[in-house]
């Protein structure tokens, strides 16, 4: 694998792990109404989460790709047109309406049971997969490891700075709510989100075997 593509994924990766969507909104939300703890937690189980969609990826379609030109050309324009569904679907979001329930419970609930709730949410989430597909073959490089390593290693760099990113979320949830209410800041994201999704879907569709 080369520096300079490990470099490139890392960016793309932590553009699209701070636009904010429905995972990061929640560690957001969870954070400033139950405490930076409960964030945090789910933050660990959302990330862990991202280990099974990576094996599932690298050992599944890795092989597929691999042994077969047709498939991989296929797979290539399927995840392009799903990334660039997903950008169009970005121009259409609308402001989110966040609503904030600051009335904390009594009750602790367990750091487990918290990283379990955040792990089987993002594990059960089929448009995760989808995404893996998409997005990771893409920044595979054609020297060096193998293949599905590289797929795994990929992986295991987006786990990492997404656990980092969702916690400094949940750390910084105090002062990052003041820009839920800006028009501003929603119409930033909206359009960013809207561009690296489709420069990624156009580099899939471009990309050569």
Partial sequence: MEFQQIMSFLGASILLTLMPGPDNIF?????????QRDGIAI????????LVHTLATATG????????????????????????YLSFKAFQEQRPNVELN???ENTK??????????????????KVSLFFIAFL??????NGFNFTFQMIILGFIF???????????????GKLSNYLNSAKFWKI???SKVSVLSVLGLTLALMEK
Avoid at 27 to 35: A, C, M, Q, R, Y
Avoid at 162 to 171: D, E, G, N, Q
Wanted: proline residues 2%; hydrophobic residues 50%; contains cysteine.
């Fill in 27 to 35: 560690v957001l939300t969870e954070s400033l109404t139950k405490g």
């Fill in 43 to 50: 933050s660990l189980g959302l990330a862990s989460g991202i």
């Fill in 189 to 191: 994201t909206k359009w």
């Fill in 109 to 126: 609930t367990g750091f487990g049971k918290l990283m379990r709730k955040g792990f089987f949410m993002n594990v059960l989430n089929p």
């Fill in 61 to 84: 379609v890795s092989i597929v790709i691999q042994n077969s030109e047709i498939t991989f050309t296929v797979i290539k324009y399927l995840g392009a047109c799903y990334l660039f």
């Fill in 137 to 142: 073959p893409q920044f595979v490089s054609k």
């Fill in 102 to 104: 600051f009335e904390k």
């Fill in 159 to 173: 786990m990492t700075q997404t656990v980092i990113i969702f916690s400094l979320i949940a750390i910084l949830s």
